[in-house]
């Protein structure tokens, strides 16, 4: 029987160091024993790398290649059905890892004619997805993927910032379009990221405090994400006692994970 998982949104503007918490929050739950389907929904992202797996293929280009031969009227090869066709391509699209697998959705397109793949699009990751007891996501801002109904419900969103003015009023810009589409994840809250000495001042705190948002926890500044980064290793791999992995377990024991 499949599951019905948990879904982890994770979201913010490029730059704060989503991705980077969106992989370590994947390592966290793997050894855990949990079963744990990431998907790459931000276009610009690069969990793939985050996570020190090789890029496959993504959803996005599969998509247009499917919607393509319909347009130009080919044949579906091996006289298959489409969705036979769409299941045999899209199963490439998964890279299955000793403790998660991985989906990248990469770039999309508008409706109209491509109304029939992004309905294969939805059944398939629906049909991944039960596979697994986690679904984390990594989005973008525009949370486009699950505002279209592409990816599943929100259960928790994570919103990631930087400790700048401008990074938190930008998730207060996230925050308020979850609830413009009515989303409801069943809990909210930002993390904000790279804090020196894991702490905020006063304006800061005044700003999530205007934008009307649940601080979760504060990830501090930490060399080993930047050392990782640069000798090009997984950044989602550093210590587990390096103080953002030891800040972000404090966030994850407050939600239960």
């Avoid at 990431?38 to 998509?63: F, H, K, M, Q």
């Avoid at 998964?94 to 109304?115: A, H, I, K, N, P």
């Avoid at 790279?194 to 948002?213: V, Y």
Wanted: aromatic content about 4%; charged content about 25%.
């Amino acid at each position: 029987m499949p599951n019905n998982p948990l879904v982890i949104a994770v979201a913010g503007k490029g730059g704060t160091g989503k991705t980077t918490v969106c992989g370590m929050l994947i390592r966290h739950l793997a050894k855990k024993g949990k079963r744990i389907l990431a998907v790459d929904a931000d276009p610009n992202s690069n969990l793939n790398e985050v996570l020190g797996v090789e890029l496959p293929i993504s959803l996005g280009d599969i998509r247009e290649t499917m919607a393509q031969r319909e347009l130009n009227g080919d044949p579906i090869p091996g006289g298959m059905t489409k969705q036979e066709y769409a299941e045999f391509m899209m199963g490439d699209a998964l890279t299955e890892e000793d403790d998660f697998d991985l989906l990248v959705m990469g770039r999309t397109q508008g409706e109209g004619c491509y109304c029939y793949v992004n309905g294969v699009l939805k059944t398939q990751i629906t049909r991944y997805s039960g596979a697994y007891d986690v679904v984390v996501v990594d989005n973008e801002a525009g949370l486009e993927h699950i505002s279209r109904g592409t990816l599943p419900h929100i259960d928790i969103l994570l919103m990631v910032s930087d400790s700048s003015r401008r990074g938190i009023q930008a998730v207060g810009r996230v925050s308020r379009m979850v609830e413009d589409l009515k989303l409801s994840p069943k809990t909210s809250g930002l993390i904000v990221n790279r804090a020196p000495e894991g702490a905020l001042d006063g304006g800061i705190l005044e700003e999530i405090k205007l934008q009307n948002l649940t601080l979760l926890g504060v990830l501090p500044q930490d060399e080993n994400v930047y050392k990782f980064d640069t000798a090009g290793r997984p950044s989602a791999d550093v210590p587990d006692d390096s103080p953002v992995k030891l800040a972000l377990r404090q966030i994850t024991d407050k939600l239960g994970l």
